[in-house]
């Protein structure tokens, strides 16, 4: 069999960070090689999969992945060596058998999604198919709407500026992804130009967008406002903004704490808030608005404007088919954001997406804030035909390899290539 796993390796690399982190290579029988790097966060939900770290303070400040990089080269190297590297279900069922726990914490989710998209990646190479098709087969032909984080606050940059995390802007008025990637480029360096003149440092965050310490929660989206009309484009028509505040990493004792406002609000008060928000703002999709166990505020929440913007669970769901299911019962969402290693596995990943789908909810793929250049994410999304992507500024390598590998899939599927645009939410823009 030429597509039998011969040979899995693991090492320990460097993240976007400076932190270590999980690559695998995964050597088939008929020589292909498919190489694959685990991201990892900082705003962690507390219900993710365990990412695995030494705690040997001696090096790293106890954040080395050896042992993750050991279970890969031992542990799992023995159960799938010799399976067949097309069988991804097979491969990443054998792996959470192995692992036997209910949070991957025996061999890390970082050890086992590293094999596992190393697997996915190798199957294509011996195809001789690009990653998308492998993923996506003949109908994978929609690239999707780029959302590019422009200005970072939280703990993203150091809790100087915004309490909310992430504003990103959405170009979904744009023909191609191409011409996206541009407008956010451009959006990107008229904002840079908006936030020097008014008297802010443009040093930039873990995601490569500006973090202006402005002390507030709403000055950087008029910053984006005024930055997408200098740029020639019409926020609304051209450009929507989407939010995600992070939530879980203010909310203390009940109350959202929002530090740069000086006041603490109730799960109620931050639904009116956020109802404000998006009256005054081109607001389209709003992320982990309420915190991550608050399911009364998030059925509020849902309640209130999910019949007009997409809203997206990310430390509520992590990923996880089972917190999903309990998320469509409580009605408590629209959307949910797909990071694998927050399942741990490909097969996981994609089950998380199928169930979102078959709800009519938006299912957003995403980066994580510590990146490597591995765009594996890009092909997943246009793989799974997801519609909407968040990985980070059009700024910073790690970052642009993802919308980069968007444009090369969409050149390689020339004129059937789809651009998702205004269609690619959960609420279409406009409807
Ligand atoms: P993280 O942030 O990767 O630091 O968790 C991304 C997000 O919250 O969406
Ligand atoms: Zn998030």
Redesign the pocket.
């Known amino acids: 069999m030429n597509t039998a796993i011969r040979q899995l390796h693991a090492r320990q690399i460097l993240d976007s960070r400076g932190t270590p982190t999980v690559e695998v290579d995964c050597i088939l029988a008929d020589g292909s090689l498919g190489r694959a790097a685990v991201p990892s966060g900082a705003?962690t939900g507390s219900h993710e999969a365990v990412e695995l770290r030494d705690n040997d303070e001696l090096h790293f400040f106890g954040k080395g992945v050896l042992t993750a990089v050991s279970n890969v080269n031992n542990l799992i190297a023995a159960k799938i060596v010799g399976m067949d590297a097309k069988g991804q279900r097979e491969v990443d069922s054998a792996m959470i058998a192995l692992d036997g726990t209910s949070n991957k914490s025996r061999l890390g989710a970082n050890a086992m999604l590293g094999v596992s998209l190393a697997v996915a990646r190798a199957a294509a190479v011996s195809s001789g198919l690009p990653l998308f098709r492998y993923i996506g087969g003949m109908q994978a032909l929609r690239l999707p709407v780029p959302m590019m984080n422009i200005i970072n606050g939280g703990v993203h940059a150091g809790w100087e500026g915004s309490d909310f995390?992430?504003y990103m802007v959405v170009p979904y008025g744009a023909r191609s992804v191409c011409q996206a990637v541009e407008w956010g480029a451009e959006i990107y360096h008229a904002l840079k130009s908006v936030i020097k003149k008014k008297g802010y440092i443009t040093a930039v965050g873990d995601e490569g967008g500006f973090a202006p310490q402005a002390g507030s929660n709403r000055a950087p989206l008029d910053f984006i406002m005024q930055a997408v009309r200098e740029a020639g484009l019409e926020p609304g028509n051209d450009v929507g903004i989407a939010i995600?505040p992070?939530s879980s990493e203010f909310f203390r004792h009940g109350r959202y704490v929002l530090r740069t406002e000086n006041r603490e609000l109730t799960s109620e008060e931050m639904v009116d808030y956020y109802v404000t928000l998006v009256s005054d703002y081109p607001v389209i999709v709003l992320?982990?608005g309420l915190s991550e166990d608050d399911w009364d505020g998030w059925r509020m929440l849902n309640a209130n404007l999910g019949d007009r913007i997409e809203l997206v669970g990310?430390?509520l769901f992590v990923t996880s088919v089972e917190r999903i299911a309990i998320g469509i019962k409580n009605k408590a969402a629209n959307g949910v954001?797909i990071k694998p290693n927050q399942a741990g596995t490909l097969s996981e990943t994609v089950d998380a997406v199928k169930l979102a789908h078959k709800k009519g909810w938006g299912a957003m793929v995403?980066h994580r804030s510590g990146e490597t250049t591995d765009s594996f994410i890009a092909d997943l999304a246009v793989g799974l035909d997801v519609g909407h992507l968040k990985t980070g500024a059009p700024a910073r390598g790690e970052r642009v390899e993802k919308y980069n590998q968007l444009m090369r899939i969409e050149e390689s599927l020339g004129k059937s290539a789809i651009f998702a645009g205004k269609e690619g939410f959960a609420i279409p823009v406009g409807f």
């Open positions: 705003s995390q992430e995600d992070a992320e982990d990310d430390d954001l995403s």
